[in-house]
């Protein structure tokens, strides 16, 4: 599943959100020049928004298609998983992971991070959680149930939120635990974001549940999340949860 998300880049980088702006410059705190290290950068849609606020960015992904994309954008790539990736004696002042940590080893991650990390220079681990309306949930579960009855998918229920905080407790404990960060903390940011019919089915099919599944199938399961869409108007709002765990190098 991780290297199906380059199957259409441009699509993935056109759906999926960006990440608060609040959380950038929170990490930045107004300081220019900082040498950020992005951790399974994808199309670098989080990369970009760290260049605007000042930054020098080196994206690792594993993914050609991802990598070239982000290459075409202004980003400086190296294709390589973070576990096998070779610093080469760099270092950096911050590590980001936006929505890429799950794919990294968690016996290597931290440790690693802390490798390349320059003193006091901050490890920024976050994602999204997002669940739209039940509504248009329901409408997705049923489908996806119909058309994928084995897929371990059809086993999640809504409690989105409290899970993805309950793992980024685990997160902000095994860098605490990792004895190599201090000021160890876990920050949230709520926000919202308005979709169309066309933009959400547009993400939809960026999910790792759709990325593999053969044409015929997603078709069905979009038109009955769009169908539902349709039944609100055309058009809703979706809540956002940014998480985010994060600590400081130890002097």
């Not at 440790?111 to 949930?137: M, N, T, Y």
């Not at 229920?157 to 793992?167: I, K, P, T």
């Not at 949860?241 to 994060?246: H, M, N, S």
Request: charged share 25%; with cysteine.
């Amino acid at each position: 599943m991780a290297e199906s998300f380059g199957l259409d880049a441009s699509r993935y980088d056109r759906a999926r959100p960006p990440y608060p702006e609040e959380l950038v410059d929170r990490i930045v705190s107004g300081r220019s020049g900082l040498e950020v290290l992005d951790v399974g950068c994808g199309t670098g849609i989080a990369a970009r928004q760290f260049q605007a606020a000042g930054c020098a960015v080196l994206g690792i992904d594993p993914d050609q298609r991802m990598a070239e994309y982000a290459r075409g954008r202004g980003l400086d790539v190296e294709l390589a998983t973070f576990e096998g990736w070779e610093p080469a004696g760099r270092s950096f002042d911050v590590v980001a992971a936006a929505q890429s940590w799950h794919w990294v080893d968690p016996a290597i991650g931290v440790h690693k991070a802390a490798s390349v990390l320059r003193l006091g220079g901050q490890l920024a681990i976050f994602s999204h959680v997002f669940e739209p309306p039940e509504d248009i949930a329901q409408a997705f579960a049923a489908a996806f149930r119909r058309v994928v009855p084995d897929s371990p998918f059809n086993s999640q229920g809504r409690r989105a939120l409290e899970m993805y905080q309950a793992g980024y407790a685990k997160i902000a404990d095994t860098i605490r635990e990792s004895g190599a960060f201090e000021d160890v903390a876990q920050w949230r940011f709520d926000w919202t974001r308005a979709y169309t019919r066309e933009e959400w089915l547009d993400l939809v099919v960026t999910t790792g549940g759709l990325t593999q599944l053969p044409a015929e199938k997603k078709a069905e399961i979009l038109d009955a999340v769009g169908a539902a869409i349709d039944a609100r108007g055309g058009a809703f709002t979706m809540d956002y949860t940014t998480l985010t765990a994060t600590g400081l190098r130890r002097e």
